[in-house]
């Protein structure tokens, strides 16, 4: 995978896509949450109320689908892109939520995510007021969010990233914090 890419992780409501957002805006290369994509296909293909019924008892298959969508995501940019592209989640995270609904990757799940290779990774800490995406298919609540952002820095720390977190702040700062640290402002 492009050694350029840059993950931006953290629960839900943490303000990754936010922040994604706003580097785009400025003109950075971004790639979309590849689990929000893979929710509206499947919506797509199953409908809500089938998806609503089908994910929790394929929780494997279900993040094995995201995995390959963000696999897939990345690849499109390995050749094209000569500078940072921000990720909005990367390829551990489908690892970490697994790791959460306590479900076994699928073989090919494992294999996918075997190819990962970030340039940096950056954590966000969960916003204070929480909001959550019911029709975006985001059950999370706050508590969940947290718990689930602290199992995703500790899976890319276990693959040997050193993280760096990144606090609460408005959205212009975090950005500033990040590009500070990747030397490009």
Same mark, same amino acid.
């Given at each position: 995978?492009?050694?350029?890419?840059?993950?931006?992780?953290?629960?839900? %409501?943490? !303000?990754?896509?936010?922040?994604?957002?706003?580097?785009?805006?400025?003109?950075? @290369? +971004?790639?979309?949450?590849?689990? *929000?994509?893979?929710?509206?296909?499947?919506?797509?293909?199953?409908?809500?109320?089938?998806?609503?019924?089908?994910?929790?008892?394929?929780?494997?298959?279900?993040?094995?689908?995201?995995?390959?969508?963000?696999?897939?995501?990345?690849?499109?940019?390995?050749?094209?892109?000569?500078?940072?592209?921000? %990720?909005? !989640?990367?390829?551990?995270?489908?690892?970490?939520?697994?790791?959460?609904?306590? @479900? +076994?990757?699928?073989?090919?799940? *494992?294999?996918?995510?075997?190819?990962?290779?970030?340039?940096?990774?950056?954590?966000?800490?969960?916003?204070?007021?929480?909001?959550?995406?019911?029709?975006?298919?985001?059950?999370?609540?706050?508590?969940?969010?947290?718990?689930?952002?602290?199992?995703?820095?500790?899976?890319?720390?276990?693959?040997?990233?050193?993280?760096?977190?990144?606090?609460?702040?408005?959205?212009?700062?975090?950005?500033?914090?990040?590009?500070?640290?990747?030397?490009?402002?």
């Amino acid at each position: 995978m492009n050694s350029k890419c840059v993950a931006i992780i953290g629960g839900s %409501c943490s !303000g990754k896509t936010t922040l994604i957002e706003f580097l785009s805006e400025k003109g950075y @290369a +971004t790639l979309p949450e590849a689990a *929000q994509l893979a929710i509206n296909r499947l919506t797509q293909e199953m409908g809500a109320s089938a998806l609503a019924t089908w994910c929790p008892n394929h929780i494997a298959e279900f993040q094995s689908a995201i995995a390959k969508m963000q696999a897939a995501l990345e690849m499109g940019v390995t050749s094209t892109c000569d500078s940072y592209v921000f %990720c909005d !989640g990367a390829l551990l995270d489908p690892l970490g939520y697994c790791r959460y609904f306590n @479900a +076994t990757p699928t073989l090919e799940h *494992q294999e996918i995510t075997a190819a990962h290779h970030y340039h940096a990774i950056f954590a966000l800490e969960s916003l204070e007021v929480f909001t959550p995406r019911l029709k975006a298919g985001r059950v999370s609540d706050k508590e969940s969010s947290c718990l689930i952002g602290q199992i995703l820095r500790q899976v890319y720390t276990e693959a040997g990233y050193s993280v760096v977190d990144v606090p609460r702040m408005l959205v212009e700062d975090r950005a500033s914090f990040i590009l500070e640290r990747l030397n490009v402002l």
